[in-house]
């Protein structure tokens, strides 16, 4: 699976590679079990993570995340490849980034 290639790369690149990924976070309807600063009719919340090497690997062979930042609402994504990277920019370090596309 991608998964697995992915976890092939990291072995093979240990120290320069990191991949950032857009998560989510579903939460049940009913109001009693709503988190804090959730607006009624949302039903999600979305994360940028941050993976590398390092991070433990769960059994369905994902990744958890090293750093994870929860973004103010529903990422609008799509309108080239700039803006489906701009959600990785708090995770860059220095002066150089090199972003490649994999989907």
């Excluded at 994902?62 to 750093?67: A, D, G, T, V």
Aim: hydrophobic share 30%; net charge neutral; with cysteine.
């Amino acid at each position: 699976t991608a998964l697995q290639h992915t976890n092939k790369m990291f072995d093979k690149m240990p120290t320069c590679l990191q991949v950032a990924f857009i998560d989510y976070q579903d939460h049940e309807k009913d109001a009693k079990h709503r988190p804090d600063n959730l607006h009624p009719r949302q039903q999600r919340r979305y994360f940028s993570c941050l993976v590398d090497r390092d991070c433990e690997v769960e059994q369905d062979f994902r990744r958890k995340p090293r750093l994870s930042i929860e973004l103010p609402g529903y990422p609008i994504l799509g309108d080239g490849k700039g803006d489906n990277q701009n959600h990785a920019i708090p995770f860059m370090r220095g002066h150089f980034a090199q972003c490649v596309d994999a989907n």
